[in-house]
């Protein structure tokens, strides 16, 4: 069984650039999350693909855009840098819709190592 | 609202004692999940275990288990016989609901756990 997996691994950017993260998700899997990390902090909801379409966003900004493919990868956009990007980018798949039927899925999000981003 | 609560930002334990973690969560939906991650340093966010709000049982994995007290909306995770290779960051997370449009996993702030040799 193939993990995810994220690329690359590390980023250095200047403010006002743009940047694309990927992610390939675990086998079996047909939803990927994305998550942004800040320095000593949990993970913050981006938003998630399912079916190639966007499927849930938290408040983040219209800059972060993504898009996700017929293999279930993913790729994360997020335009007009600014320093308050620096952070761990995590991606995570998962099952969806629910494999129990209307209760909140026991299906475990399984996350890839991360892209680290540096703005400066 | 902060949803999810960890209250000790860092944690010291002995090797090979027992080491609890505290997590409460805030929800008012009859249905949810309760996720506990260890995150290394190296970044990667690694799964632990899960709780079902309608498990009748308290949730085990190995040397993890997950103290589920409904009533007072506390999930704390009890490592046993804790080893150097747990010092990490660990996060309590939680997934709502019914019917939900998508599968938003909300994470609390973490805390560290730092096993002494």
């Known amino acids: 069984e193939t993990g995810v997996t994220q690329s690359p691994t590390h980023l250095i950017k200047t403010r006002g650039q743009q940047v694309t993260l990927r992610c390939s998700s675990q086998?079996?899997?047909?939803?990927v999350s994305w998550y942004q990390q800040a320095l000593g902090q949990g993970p913050q909801f981006i938003f998630q693909y399912y079916r190639e379409e966007e499927n849930g966003r938290g408040n983040f900004p219209p800059r972060f855009s993504g898009l996700q493919f017929p293999n279930y990868s993913s790729e994360l956009n997020v335009n007009a840098l600014e320093l308050d990007d620096s952070a761990l980018y995590l991606c995570?798949?998962?099952?969806?819709?629910?494999?129990?039927?209307?209760?909140?899925?026991?299906?475990?999000?399984?996350f890839g190592p991360g892209t680290r981003l540096t703005v400066l | 609202a902060q949803k999810i609560t960890q209250t000790q930002p860092g944690m010291f334990v002995q090797e090979k004692e027992a080491v609890t973690l505290d997590c409460t969560y805030d929800t008012s939906d009859p249905s949810y999940g309760l996720f506990w991650y260890k995150q290394p340093s190296s970044g990667e966010m690694i799964f632990l275990i899960y709780?079902?709000?309608?498990?009748?049982q308290n949730a085990t994995e190995g040397r993890y288990s997950l103290n589920f007290q409904k009533a007072r909306k506390s999930a704390n995770l009890v490592i046993s016989a804790s080893q150097l290779g747990d010092s990490a960051m660990y996060f309590c997370a939680m997934r709502e609901g019914w019917e939900t449009s998508y599968d938003k996993v909300i994470f609390g702030p973490g805390t560290s756990l730092s096993v002494i040799p």
């Open positions: 086998s079996g899997h047909n939803t």
């Open positions: 709780q079902g709000s309608y498990d009748q």
């Open positions: 995570a798949s998962s099952l969806f819709p629910s494999s129990s039927g209307g209760a909140p899925s026991t299906d475990t999000q399984y």
